[in-house]
């Protein structure tokens, strides 16, 4: 279990909480103008990171937000939450 | 307007209602413990419940608090007090209006009034939940065997309410005093709820009775 903090409603267990996958996704400006190549890389292709990932979560049974959220995909350690639609901040101890 | 027509309805189907729990209260009344293990639950019926939405830069905010007598909730858990009405914090742009005393059409349209065109939605959601009391020393207790919240006073004031899980259930949790809580579950989920409280409060009759 982890433990996720809520831009707005705090630390909550991960049982209130559902995963949205990862982040910072652009819809295409003008899908009709994507090859059908192009249009499955945007709905099926996702890094595989091992280590820091930034990745999309809602608070289901809370306030019914979507927030990002900052995941060591190696050690589930959370080092940053922030609100959707912010930049993915940058964390101090060298690039991620 | 459709709730000019439901007011005069409001009063003849108030005799004919059924609220979602009703059929649980011989088991509540049979379920309930005294003494020093002491935990109770009842169904609060037909409580009015008005949702609220507006986001957080709205001019319908100072219009709005004008009619509830209150300032919308700022944050999560916080409870405002206003005109015989309660606003629970939902989430950022979302309130849920409680009151004892007014009809909910009534309440929508004093709401509706506060709103500019577009600038908020105003539903009167009274059938959507409903409402169980549970209360006595070991009301804390029965909730930790399902809530995911840490229920301590330090981190779960009086006077608070938060949108959580009881038995995997999602419900709005308030604390309405020390050892009294308002448990609202969607009014499909009351039966199974209403059991689960029956079931969690069963060993503290054992403890009070030995």
Known sequence: MILISCPDCGPRD????????????????????LSDEEWGRYLFYRENTKGIFAERWVHSSGCRKWF???????????????????PRPTLEGGPQ | MVETTIEPLDKLI?????????????????????????????????????????????????????????????????????????????????YLVI?????????????????????????????????LRLEGP???????????????????????????NIGRVPVILWKVEADSYRILPRASFADFLGRWLVDAMAEFKVLGSG
């Open chain 2, 99 to 131: 009151s004892q005393s007014v009809a909910g059409s009534t309440l929508v349209s004093y709401l509706r009034a506060g709103v500019s065109e577009g600038g908020a939605a105003v539903v009167d959601l009274s059938a959507n939940r409903t409402t």
């Open chain 2, 138 to 164: 070991s009301a804390q207790a029965v909730l930790e065997k399902g809530c995911p919240l840490d229920l301590h006073p330090r981190s779960f004031a009086t006077g608070t309410a938060v949108v959580t």
């Open chain 1, 14 to 33: 991960e049982t209130e909480f559902h995963y949205g996958g990862q982040a910072h996704v652009p819809y295409p400006e003008d899908p009709n103008a």
């Open chain 2, 14 to 94: 108030g005799g004919l209602r059924v609220s979602p729990a009703q059929h649980l209260h011989g088991a509540f009344v049979d379920a309930g413990v005294t003494g020093a293990f002491g935990v109770r639950v009842r169904e609060e019926q037909f409580l009015t419940m008005v949702g609220l939405r507006v986001t957080a830069g709205s001019p319908d905010r100072a219009r709005l608090a004008k009619i509830l007598g209150a300032e919308l909730p700022g944050g999560c858990g916080e409870v405002a007090t206003g005109h015989d009405v309660v606003v629970l914090w939902l989430s950022p742009d979302e």
């Open chain 1, 68 to 86: 990002n959220v900052l995941r060591d995909t190696v050690t589930y350690r959370i080092a940053a939450v922030y609100r959707a639609g912010e």
